[in-house]
């Protein structure tokens, strides 16, 4: 099986534009969470998407967003980026939830300069 | 907030040497979770606990869940320069929760 795949894997953008990553999961996971990792504040929780709907979600503002389609690909997005925007964007897919094992594609690396 | 702290933050030591990291936190979990980490690549699972005092060994390494299941452990033994990474736990408190992940312990095994 394929794992789960992520694109761009770089990026490079300033403030105030805006970005959308991808997220292919796991053929057959229904569940796909993303995570922001920093080396300040680790790896936090986003939010996770199941079946097309929002499940969960983390203490982020709303310029962060996501959606899932009915192929079970994810997007996510930000807006009005900032500089402390910079981070590794990891997703991760499960078969039934965000408590579940999750397994994680390689990560966007997103620069804000 | 549940919170995991991990320690130490930081660890070298030399091939062949033993070692213990742990996961604390206030909190109980449902289960626990321990993922490595290397440079370039999203975290791949190592091991899933989910009673209180269990046990778990996956080769070198050896997870223990806490009593109260608040607190998580991994010794390895016998470290070897593939052991490099970093190593985060994260707790789940049930069904349709997300994972609270720590924020991790740095290893680096010199050869």
């Known amino acids: 099986k394929a794992g789960v795949t992520q694109t761009p894997r770089y990026l490079i953008k300033t403030r105030g534009q805006q970005v959308t990553l991808s997220c292919s999961p796991i053929s057959g996971h229904r569940s796909v969470s993303w995570y922001q990792q920093t080396p300040g504040q680790g790896l936090q929780f986003l939010f996770e998407y199941f079946s097309e709907t929002q499940r969960n979600k983390g203490n982020f503002p709303g310029r962060f967003s996501g959606r899932q389609f009915s192929n079970s690909r994810s997007e996510m997005n930000v807006s009005t980026l900032e500089l402390g925007d910079s981070a590794l964007y990891l997703c991760?897919?499960?078969?039934?939830?965000?408590?579940?094992?999750?397994?994680f594609g390689p990560g966007t690396r997103l620069l804000v300069l | 907030t549940q919170l995991l702290e991990q320690s130490p933050q930081f660890l070298s030591i030399q091939e062949g040497e033993n070692l213990t990291v742990y996961c604390n936190s206030s909190s109980v979990f449902s289960s626990l979770q321990w993922y490595r980490q290397e440079p370039g690549e999203g975290p791949v699972l190592l091991v899933t606990v989910v009673t209180g005092g269990e046990v778990k060994k996956l080769k070198r390494l050896t997870f223990q869940f806490g009593d109260a299941r608040k607190d998580s452990s991994l010794h390895i033994t016998a470290a070897q320069p593939g052991d490099t990474g970093l190593y985060l736990c994260a707790g789940a408190t049930g069904a349709n929760s997300k994972l609270t992940f720590g924020k991790g312990i740095t290893l680096s095994v010199r050869p």
């Open positions: 991760a897919s499960s078969l039934g939830g965000a408590q579940e094992t999750q397994y």
